[in-house]
């Protein structure tokens, strides 16, 4: 997405998406749906957002059926907001920024954003959505401290300054800030968005500003809420699904709360979005979210108890799901996971141990290392050569793509690794060949896991044993979560298994977040992550050459006005980590499946990821439909 000083988002609407107005249509009620809501003309927004499937090269739908899918967790509810990706602006599955909720944008200077609503838009109770409900969020959330002591959060501030706001109309709103601002509107279309837009009729009778204080009071009490401001955030609860009577601009809406096992999210009957034949979206009328023991998931699937699982689903399941499409009438799609590698290792750029610490910063040590792993082994005996070996980069599928970032330092070459180390001076060995650390240690290197993926330690296995032809000894130690992130807070973590980078299929437009040492919770380096998160209060100052030019870059990034700078920006990022060998990444493009059963308009191929993606938010799950 290109912004020029005067550049209208919506330009960049495809022939996938239409603005017509509502008088245009010919108009279908929805069968099933309450009889004592308004009809459908007085239920969507004046110029609501028509979807031309035969363009997507879909077909058109028919309302009605459940969708039943499986989740591991209770809480994990709330991907109802995350798969049904009704957002301010959100990405096409051509990587663009496009209107969604919003009807348009402009942008001025990159600096200046007006953000246009639909007119008559609604929220799933029928109140009416709009500036209102922008502006209460910037004014009486985000802004009030009490609700938010930390203050305005990256997005939102530019060189620590927050915008001017103003509400232009009813409909229109206006962010102005002194210099650019190119995370603002890629923020608005994560898959875990920051809602910048509240329901102000239903949340203003907790904010101490508006409401009775004795029902606020009352209200606090029931929920062992100390003030108004801790009763305000649980009421306010736009990404979790757990409060049942807080209005939703999604597809579907939890209204009930009557079982943490079983979840019915029902269709949104004031949703904005409509096909070319006249009805209304979603198609499919309830989502049933069941929980199940995860480690159950993939056998449920195959024995036809969902239509629609990616989730909990893995390469390893591949085999055992084809063997029961038959049996069970459902299809196993195989997606391109975005991720930038399947597998990545990770040293700790930041492990407090001296010795570990200026050798695992010695650019020819990761080298050695990455030289030292035979990917195309790996690559054979756990994903049957369907994946692609290389380093944790940017994918093809990314427009910033080139075939060097994924190969330099990534062939197996143990020669080559050996000689690395040498040079470093690691000569001396022990009796098992295992060479000496220069205080006289062996090379042993803990490589810790999080013991949620049976495939990282089989990875690491096959690893161990290439390291030894090199004279470096793997220990693996499957660990947990919370005990892995706690040691990369402590710095005692020297190295770990993880994901690749999360975004592998990044544009210039989207911010450099994985490449910078901008985040505590990655294991690299936390303690440079956590500098830059508490603004230099906790954590440590990056003082190593690399790390500070790639905050340099993504400092620059954020003030940047043009794709052009914000290309050389992405592009030397990228050179710096495939040159550096930053993350050490095995394999790529390994295929995730989707098991799909009584389903149409799913794709059979497509994009899996969280950010860009939101798992089936890219796809426009509204548009899906039931066969039977």
């Known amino acids: 997405m290109i912004f020029s000083n005067s550049l209208r988002v919506g330009l960049f609407l495809t022939a996938a998406l239409l603005a017509q107005p509502l008088a245009a249509l010919d108009l279908k009620e929805t069968p099933g749906l309450d009889p004592s809501l308004p009809p459908v003309a007085e239920r969507l927004p004046s110029e609501p957002?028509?979807?031309?499937?035969?363009?997507?090269?879909?077909?058109?739908?028919?309302?009605?059926?459940?969708?039943?899918?499986?989740?591991?967790?209770?809480?994990?509810?709330?991907?109802?907001?995350?798969?049904?990706?009704?957002?301010?602006?959100?990405?096409?599955?051509?990587?663009?920024?496009?209107?969604?909720?919003?009807?348009?944008?402009?942008?001025?200077?990159?600096?200046?954003?007006?953000?246009?609503?639909?007119?008559?838009?609604?929220?799933?109770?029928?109140?009416?959505?709009?500036?209102?409900?922008?502006?209460?969020?910037?004014?009486?959330?985000?802004?009030?401290?009490?609700?938010?002591?930390?203050g305005l959060p990256p997005f939102l501030e530019v060189m620590g300054k927050g915008p001017v706001f103003e509400v232009l109309d009813d409909t229109t709103v206006r962010f102005t800030w002194e210099e650019p601002n190119p995370l603002f509107l890629p923020e608005l279309a994560k898959s875990r968005p920051p809602f910048i837009y509240r329901p102000a009729h239903y949340l203003k009778q907790f904010h101490e500003k508006y409401g009775d204080p004795d029902f606020i009071a009352a209200e606090a009490e029931k929920v062992k809420a100390r003030s108004w401001a801790p009763l305000h955030n649980k009421r306010d609860d736009m990404y979790n699904a757990r409060n049942v009577a807080l209005p939703s601009l999604q597809p579907w809406v939890r209204n009930r709360d009557d079982s943490d096992l079983r979840f019915i999210l029902e269709r949104n009957p004031y949703y904005h979005r409509v096909d070319s034949a006249g009805q209304q979206l979603p198609y499919i009328d309830d989502v049933v979210m069941t929980v199940a023991d995860g480690k159950l998931i993939p056998a449920k699937t195959q024995a036809g108890e969902s239509n629609l699982q990616a989730r909990n689903l893995s390469f390893a399941d591949i085999t055992v799901l084809k063997r029961g499409e038959k049996q069970n009438d459902y299809k196993t799609a195989l997606w391109s996971n975005s991720k930038g590698s399947e597998i990545s290792i990770l040293p700790n750029l930041t492990v407090k141990d001296p010795v570990w610490r200026e050798l695992v910063r010695d650019t020819r040590f990761r080298h050695a290392l990455s030289l030292g792993i035979d990917r195309n082994l790996?690559?054979?005996?756990?994903?049957?050569?369907?994946?692609?070996?290389?380093?944790?980069?940017?994918?093809?599928?990314?427009?910033?793509?080139?075939?060097?970032?994924?190969?330099?330092?990534?062939?197996?070459?143990?020669?080559?690794?050996n000689a690395l180390l040498d040079e470093i001076g690691l000569t001396e060995r022990n009796g098992e060949?295992?060479?000496?650390?220069?205080?006289?240690?062996?090379?042993?290197?803990?490589?810790?896991?999080?013991?949620?993926?049976?495939?990282?330690?089989?990875?690491?296995?096959?690893?161990?044993?290439?390291?030894?032809?090199?004279?470096?000894?793997?220990?693996?130690?499957?660990?947990?979560?919370?005990?892995?992130?706690?040691?990369?807070?402590?710095?005692?973590?020297?190295?770990?298994?993880?994901?690749?980078?999360?975004?592998?299929?990044?544009?210039?437009?989207?911010?450099?977040?994985?490449?910078?040492?901008?985040?505590?919770?990655?294991?690299?380096?936390?303690?440079?992550?956590?500098?830059?998160?508490?603004?230099?209060?906790?954590?440590?100052?990056?003082?190593?050459?690399?790390?500070?030019?790639?905050?340099?870059?993504?400092?620059?990034?954020?003030?940047?006005r043009t794709q052009e700078e914000r290309t050389a920006i992405w592009e030397e990022m990228l050179q710096i980590h495939a040159d550096e060998t930053l993350r050490i990444g095995l394999v790529s493009g390994v295929p995730q499946p989707v098991a799909i059963k009584d389903v149409e308009n799913v794709p059979l191929e497509g994009i899996y990821g969280w950010d860009p993606g939101a798992h089936f938010g890219i796809h426009r799950m509204d548009e899906f439909y039931m066969t039977d």
Not at 386 to 409: F, I, M, Q, R
Not at 491 to 513: C, H, K, R, Y
């Open 49 to 150: 957002l028509i979807v031309d499937l035969e363009a997507k090269r879909r077909t058109i739908g028919k309302h009605g059926g459940s969708l039943d899918t499986l989740i591991g967790r209770a809480k994990d509810v709330r991907l109802i907001n995350v798969w049904g990706y009704a957002r301010l602006v959100g990405y096409n599955e051509d990587l663009d920024l496009v209107p969604d909720i919003l009807e348009d944008v402009e942008v001025e200077d990159g600096r200046i954003f007006t953000l246009h609503t639909r007119e008559g838009h609604k929220w799933s109770d029928g109140h009416p959505f709009g500036a209102e409900d922008i502006r209460y969020y910037f004014e009486d959330v985000v802004s009030n401290e009490s609700l938010n002591p930390s």
């Open 378 to 417: 790996l690559n054979r005996v756990l994903f049957f050569g369907l994946g692609k070996p290389g380093n944790d980069t940017v994918l093809p599928a990314s427009p910033l793509y080139k075939a060097a970032y994924a190969s330099e330092w990534a062939q197996y070459d143990p020669d080559k690794a």
């Open 433 to 560: 060949g295992i060479r000496l650390l220069p205080d006289g240690r062996p090379l042993e290197i803990i490589v810790e896991t999080a013991g949620e993926e049976q495939v990282q330690d089989d990875a690491l296995e096959l690893v161990t044993e290439t390291w030894r032809e090199i004279g470096v000894k793997l220990f693996a130690k499957p660990s947990q979560r919370d005990n892995l992130r706690e040691r990369a807070i402590t710095g005692q973590l020297l190295m770990s298994v993880w994901f690749g980078l999360e975004n592998g299929i990044p544009t210039s437009e989207m911010p450099p977040e994985d490449l910078a040492p901008v985040r505590g919770d990655i294991l690299s380096w936390h303690s440079w992550g956590d500098y830059y998160e508490t603004n230099g209060e906790g954590g440590e100052k990056p003082d190593w050459a690399p790390a500070e030019r790639l905050m340099e870059l993504y400092n620059a990034w954020l003030v940047s």
